[in-house]
């Protein structure tokens, strides 16, 4: 463990999680990102921030899923948007029907457009309409982002995702994301959300993790919001928050045998969905 990650290579680890419990998560694709530094990487910080991290990855991405998924058999979208797309592997889970954008940095588009081309010519992975798009969200990009999206989705109903990136932006990044979804989004249009509470400041768990990622994770300088409370959902212009769920809500959902219990151990993220309402 000499070197730091990069915050884009975060995105092998939500993958390699993924990959740890494929009947929970539904990804049966996630351990083709599977590598040697990631998985010396993730013992690490299972032991030294919380063990419950691979587990409830999964819970997240079984939630997305099945969620996205309805939409898409009602008809309700066309189109998914992922914006920090990272690793995830949802155009091959999906119905073959859906149209994909990809976003993230270019270090993560470049390397994933080329392994999905690869397993798709050796038949790993099936063929899906997937457009992929380069930016940094902390560039101030906003106006070619929305031009490039809008010559992709045309009038077409669309689903954003953003999971697991908040957490690496600043506020000011945040605010200017959403204000971007509601450019691109017309009335009755969806967004899947990730973000920490406050209240997670101040327990055992998020101290761990502060404390690892300083060590090992090469910091966004700008990152200064790590949470962002309920409060900023209910308040979003021109949308209504249709479903929040966390961590506690999602297992006893999917694994109620397995019932999620101590506030202090588990990194407790909040998944949100938004539907737009003008
Ligand atoms: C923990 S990974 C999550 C990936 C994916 N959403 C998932 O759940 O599997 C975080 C992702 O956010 C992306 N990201 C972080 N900061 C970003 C920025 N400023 N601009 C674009 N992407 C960013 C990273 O490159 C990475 O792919």
Not at 72 to 100: A, K, Q, R, V
Not at 220 to 227: E, F, L, S, V
């Amino acid at each position: 463990m000499k070197n730091k990650i990069e915050i884009q290579e975060t995105a092998f680890v939500t993958s390699a999680f993924r990959s740890s419990d494929e009947e929970l998560s539904k990804d049966i694709y996630a351990k083709l990102w599977q590598n040697s530094k990631t998985d010396a990487w993730i013992k690490n910080y299972l032991t030294s921030v919380s063990k419950d991290e691979a587990f409830t990855h999964c819970l997240r991405n079984r939630y997305f899923y099945e969620e996205i998924k309805k939409l898409s058999e009602n008809d309700e979208i066309e189109m998914l948007i992922n914006f920090g797309c990272g690793f995830s592997m949802y155009p091959f889970l999906l119905n073959e029907n859906l149209i994909h954008i990809e976003i993230d940095k270019s270090e993560i588009i470049d390397f994933k457009r080329e392994k999905i081309k690869k397993w798709q010519e050796a038949n790993e992975l099936p063929k899906r309409k997937i457009h992929y798009i380069n930016t940094d969200f902390s560039q101030e990009n906003e106006k070619n982002l929305l031009s490039e999206i809008n010559s992709i989705k045309k009038e077409k109903k669309s689903f954003i995702l953003i999971e697991g990136v908040l957490y690496f932006l600043s506020k000011n990044d945040t605010n200017r994301l959403f204000e971007l979804f509601r450019k691109i989004q017309t009335k009755g249009e969806s967004i899947g959300t990730v973000s920490f509470e406050d209240s997670i400041l101040e327990t055992p768990v998020f101290k761990r993790l502060m404390h690892f990622q300083n060590k090992k994770v090469v910091a966004n300088q700008r990152a200064d919001n790590h949470t962002i409370n309920g409060d900023f959902y209910n308040h979003l212009r021109d949308y209504k928050l249709t479903d929040h769920q966390d961590y506690f809500s999602l297992s006893e959902k999917y694994t109620p045998k397995n019932a999620l219990k101590n506030r202090d151990e588990i990194l407790n993220e909040n998944m949100y969905l938004l539907k737009k309402t003008n």
